[in-house]
């Protein structure tokens, strides 16, 4: 099986990242248009409820699966990766067929109790077979980016992401006649769809690949039959080890791995869940009829936050590549190269980040006004701008926290951000004054909350520190580049705004990428890591 280095497998993980946020636009702006801000919202309710139940099935698994098999892998403990796997597949399918069935019976009352809008009841119906396809789907993931082939997983990715948005856009067409409510359901026809392509690309991954080791293994038998001597005592070995390992418990050491991480993400999952029930709720205690309410939240979930989210792509790619690394040191008491890769992964977030802080928050007007036509919700842009800062860091942290085997920590900062978010949604949300704003500053005091308190915890768990000045000469960029690129908005070159837009946003990305290598930030050997492009800037020597 093809092995990638920490860099290559995050790059592999950013590139399919950055086309499914790029790709994944396109049904956000299409959406609101077929749909309305109304059909996406009721399509955004349904979302807390699933990913709460696929948290359960998905949330600690496919990482203790990488984690678990990263270290085994590490060994050359083939048949340990056999057994992790097999009982990894066996929990998530057992968990996904219960979960859908509790699942299928409570929609009626989830649909008429839980929410204030009845209508999502469509939509919760056609999200049942995502269950058991999308646990499959991540146990495969899982065995994937603990043999640190991030490949599938990009691929898988990326079919998903191409058939969602085809099934998407077609299916609320063709459903939006009859109600609003099945235009809805439509839209998350198209989420099936495109998770079942994905599945079918992970077996046919690992098919393949399985097909390799079987040829690998007979290559060994055959040596031993020719008289090696060598691989007969290896054999043997292999026999005892086998003996060994049926007497270690291998599911029960799965889900002890696996809860504490599931815990941590469903509290992250409860908490969306009952931000969404809550949000409703106390906008419509300020005076806000339930249709109101729905458009509202539809607009800051499905239109605001995904532009936010965009350069998660690389936060994401770094956490997945992070695990596995991070916990094959850690097993061999590596702390060079624990220090060494989460300064990479924290520099990078950093400096990927930033600019798209910058023009979020100075454009945000001309960016709702070209994605959505919708220029009233931009003031939610700008007041979520600067907080981007704190997601694009979190998803590193979090992921060290868990491979560094302190998932309960994670548990604990998690915990205290959800229930801080909560209070301020239902103080300030209810009030007139603030309505969805009281939203949206309690989302922004808990992404800013956790993720502090998960940098005081990586800290005192292996004691990494970020250098004050790379945040310095980050900040001083960003300032330049925000003057800049304000600079060359106002100057109306061009005859239409999203020309304006786009020019000022280039050109202000230009300068920054500069000022980074001006500054040291980003240099020849950061570059020279890079796959393809890295020969060019580091020539082999004769």
């Known amino acids: 099986m093809t092995k990638q280095t920490f860099i290559k497998g995050a790059l592999i993980l950013l590139a399919a990242g950055v086309l499914n946020r790029i790709l994944g636009f396109v049904p956000r ?188 293994v007979q290559s060994a038998s055959e040596a031993v039959t020719n008289g090696d001597k060598q691989p007969l ?126 023009v979020m928050g100075l454009f945000a007007e001309p960016i709702c006004l070209l994605l959505y036509d919708h220029a009233d919700i931009a003031p939610m842009l700008k007041w979520m701008a600067p907080i981007g800062l704190f997601i694009y860091l979190q998803a590193p942290l979090q992921a060290a926290l868990q491979a560094l085997d302190k998932p309960g920590t994670a548990l604990m900062n998690t915990l205290i951000g959800a229930i801080v978010k909560l209070v301020l949604i239902t103080e300030l949300a209810s009030q007139p004054e603030f309505g969805i704003y009281g939203a949206l500053i309690a989302i922004n005091v808990n992404i800013a909350l956790v993720t502090l308190l998960h940098w005081f915890s990586v800290i005192r768990a292996v004691g990494f520190k970020m250098q004050l000045l790379d945040f310095v000469k980050v900040g001083a960029a960003m300032i330049i580049m925000g003057a800049a690129s304000l600079w060359v908005m106002n100057r109306h070159l061009l005859p239409a705004s999203w020309h304006n837009l786009l020019l000022a946003s280039f050109l202000g990305m230009l300068l920054y990428i500069g000022l980074m290598i001006k500054m040291g930030i980003v240099n020849k050997d950061d570059v020279a890591r890079i796959p393809i492009v890295g020969k060019w800037i580091r020539p082999r020597t004769p």
Request: net charge positive; hydrophobic share 55%; proline share 4%.
């Open 233 to 358: 005592t290896d054999a043997k070995s292999t026999l005892s080890t086998r003996r060994l390992l049926k007497r270690q418990p291998i599911l029960r050491r799965l889900i002890g791995l696996s809860v504490p991480v599931t815990a941590s993400k469903l509290i992250g999952s409860f908490s969306y869940l009952f931000e969404s029930i809550l949000t409703a709720r106390a906008l419509a205690a300020a005076g806000l009829l339930a249709a109101e309410a729905t458009a509202l939240y539809g607009a800051l979930q499905g239109m605001i936050i995904p532009i936010l989210l965009l350069p998660t792509a690389l936060t994401y790619s770094l956490a997945v590549s992070l695990v596995p690394n991070l916990s094959e040191a850690a097993a061999k008491g590596d702390r060079v190269t624990i220090h060494k890769r989460l300064h990479q992964s924290m520099r990078l977030s950093l400096v990927t980040g930033a600019p798209f802080i910058v």
């Open 29 to 216: 702006i299409a959406l609101p248009r077929i749909i309305g801000a109304e059909g996406v919202g009721l399509y955004q309710l349904v979302y807390p409820f699933l990913i709460v139940l696929l948290t359960i099935i998905t949330g600690g698994i496919p990482l203790a699966v990488a984690k678990w098999i990263a270290e085994a892998e590490s060994k050359g403990d083939v048949r340990r990766v056999k057994q992790i796997f097999r009982a990894a597949m066996g929990l998530s399918v057992l968990l996904a067929l219960g979960l859908t069935l509790v699942f299928a019976l409570l929609i009626p009352w989830i649909s008429t109790n839980l929410m204030t809008d009845s209508r999502v009841y469509r939509t919760l119906q056609v999200t049942t077979p995502l269950l058991l396809i999308i646990g499959i789907g991540s146990v495969y993931r899982g065995y994937f980016q603990g043999m640190q082939n991030m490949i599938p997983t990009a691929l898988s990715q990326t079919v998903e992401t191409i058939i969602r948005i085809i099934g998407s856009l077609l299916f609320a067409s063709w459903l939006l006649p009859y109600g609003i409510e099945w235009g809805a359901a439509g839209a998350m026809l198209g989420v099936v769809a495109g998770e079942i392509a994905a599945l079918a690309v992970l077996l046919w991954n690992y098919k393949a690949n399985r097909t390799k080791d079987v040829g690998a």
